[in-house]
């Protein structure tokens, strides 16, 4: 099978970077190279406000030595950054605007108003996902502080790459599986990966419910799974009662999946269907890639299926 020109992901996370580069025809992903590199909580900790990487020096020599594994010249990258480095939220507005800049001022005057956020320090991003009849909209609006994505650009740049689009995990990961999510307008998406919870609630194909926190100690303990599981879906029931969700898709290890299920099942009162990376990528040539691997890779897959 002819597959097009080849995409890089990254992701940048606290056990360490993993590129993967790939190519793609129709709905077919493939990886064609791989390579990770292992960083340290000396090395790199990521928060709200602070660059995140706190040895520079050894941070690119890592991260260049890991492109070079990959015996690639494409340098343009997508990087994938832990959510807990930025902040996602639904924003409500009142009006349709003219522009995208006129809707970013509308939204920065909001949060201001409303938030303790310095609007000055923060870099503002959204995507309208509804609006109605009455002009009313809600906007899925990305934060994140200056400090930390200019670092992280300037880091970049000085290991030889190309950073064109940064995003954060939680979100790579539904565009890797996105193509079985999307025809399933009513459901969960729920993602046990690297240490943090994310849960996605959508109806009517529009994402409702936004959440993502790190577990402590990065652990997936049943108790506190449920706990955080359970008190979101509240949240979400509370504001929308009529809601019936039909569907429950999940992303977590395989190795811890037996224990996971019916926690998860539980909480949502749904049967979780287990989302595998492996089956959403084929491995190129003398590509060995077997389900641990390829969920270890599923944020740096979704990074790179972004060019396409």
């Keep these: 099978m002819f597959f097009s ?21 129709k709905e077919e992903l493939r990886l064609d190279a ?16 602070e660059p995140a990487v706190l040895l520079p020096a050894h941070f690119i020599t890592q991260l260049r030595a890991a492109w070079e594994k990959l ?5 343009r990258v997508s990087v994938s950054l832990p959510d807990a480095c930025g902040r996602v939220m639904l924003v409500e507005l009142e009006t349709r605007f003219r522009s995208h800049e006129e809707g970013a001022g509308i939204i920065r005057w909001k949060l201001k108003k409303h938030g303790s956020l310095d609007m000055q320090e923060t870099h503002l991003d959204y995507q309208i996902i509804r609006e109605k009849d009455s002009g009313e909209q809600t906007a899925l ?11 992280m650009e300037e880091l970049l740049v000085e290991a030889g790459l190309e950073p ?22 009513n459901c969960i998406l729920i993602s046990c990966f690297c240490g943090s919870l994310g849960i996605m609630v959508f109806y009517d ?4 419910f936004y959440r993502s926190k790190e577990l402590p100690g990065g652990q997936f303990e049943p108790a506190r799974l449920f ?17 019936e969700l039909g569907s429950c898709f999940c992303h977590a290890p395989q190795t811890l999946w037996e224990s996971l299920h019916d926690v998860i099942a539980d909480a949502t009162a749904l049967d979780p269907l287990l989302l595998e990376a492996q089956r959403f990528v084929q491995a190129g040539p003398g590509i060995s890639l077997d389900s641990n691997a390829a969920f270890i890779l599923s944020a740096s897959l979704g990074a790179a299926a972004r060019a396409f």
């Design 71 to 75: 015996r690639t010249k494409t340098s």
């Design 227 to 243: 706990q955080e599981i359970s008190s979101s879906l509240l949240v979400y029931r509370e504001k929308n009662p009529l809601r």
């Design 34 to 49: 791989f390579a990770v590199a292992p960083m340290t909580a000396e090395m790199i900790r990521f928060s709200h406000k």
């Design 141 to 151: 609006v990305s934060l994140i502080a200056k400090p930390v994505i200019l670092q």
């Design 164 to 185: 064109y689009a940064l995003d954060f995990t939680f979100f790579n990961l539904y565009r890797l599986f996105a193509r079985r999510i999307e025809p399933t307008e």
């Design 5 to 25: 020109s080849q995409s890089l992901g990254l992701e940048i996370g606290r056990d360490g970077v993993k590129f993967s580069l790939v190519s793609r025809r």
């Design 205 to 208: 194909g529009v994402l409702e």
